[in-house]
T-cell receptor, first 113, second 108 residues
Framework: DAGVIQSPRHEVTEMGQEVTLRCKPI?????LFWYRQTMMRGLELLIY????????DSGMPEDRFSAKMPNASFSTLKIQPSEPRDSAVYFC???????????FGSGTRLTVV | GQQVMQIPQYQHVQEGEDFTTYCNSS?????IQWYKQRPGGHPVFLIQ?????EVKKQKRLTFQFGEAKKNSSLHITATQTTDVGTYFC????????FGAGTRLTVKP
């Protein structure tokens, strides 16, 4: 298995633009998580899905953020409009069970200027 | 809500010295996990502890879960430069919370 695959690896965009981050989880993993990592706030859970259904989105900062999982092999995290304070590394992770070890993707480093 | 505190925030050691990071939860945990993140990399799952008082070893790494299942530690014996990175604990109690991590640097 190639692991959790995220794209793009780096994204630089201007404030106000729409940004879409993509994730392909490990096949067979029923859980998918989106995390954001910054120096100030560490690893923050934004949202997670179970069998493609969003279960907990309480960590999504505001309405500018949205996430979808149209099928078991693909998820997106969208920010519209983007702001400089959204600059961070965004990780996608997947796991077999809710409390099991997570496999993280390589992350997307987002810079909003 | 559940809080997971991790100390120290930073640790700088000479190669060959030991290293320990500690994790404390405000609530009893069902399990605890440890991850390592190399500089510029992503968190990598190391281990999961489930039982009260559990101790597990991976080569030079020793992981412990407290008797009350509210604290845990990771000890590295005789650090090497390859141990450099940030070590995170993640406590599970219906909700998994990551600690802030301990950044380890090793001077050759």
């Amino acid at each position: 298995d190639a692991g959790v695959i995220q794209s793009p690896r780096h994204e630089v965009t201007e404030m106000g633009q729409e940004v879409t981050l993509r994730c392909k989880p490990i096949s067979g993993h029923d859980y998918l998580f989106w995390y954001r990592q910054t120096m100030m706030r560490g690893l923050e859970l934004l949202i997670y899905f179970n069998n493609n259904v969003p279960i907990d989105d309480s960590g999504m900062p505001e309405d500018r953020f949205s996430a979808k999982m149209p099928n078991a092999s693909f998820s997106t995290l969208k920010i519209q409009p983007s702001e400089p304070r959204d600059s961070a590394v965004y990780f996608c992770a997947s796991s077999l069970v809710r409390t099991g070890g997570y496999t993280f993707g390589s992350g997307t480093r987002l810079t909003v200027v | 809500g559940q809080q997971v505190m991790q100390i120290p925030q930073y640790q700088h050691v000479q190669e060959g010295e030991d290293f320990t990071t500690y994790c404390n939860s405000s609530t009893t945990l069902s399990n605890i996990q440890w991850y390592k993140q190399r500089p510029g990399g992503h968190p990598v799952f190391l281990i999961q502890l489930v039982k009260s008082g559990e101790v597990k070893k991976q080569k030079r790494l020793t992981f412990q879960f407290g008797e009350a299942k509210k604290n845990s530690s990771l000890h590295i014996t005789a650090t090497q430069t390859t141990d450099v990175g940030t070590y995170f604990c993640a406590g599970n109690n219906n909700d998994m919370r990551f600690g802030a991590g301990t950044r380890l640097t090793v001077k050759p």
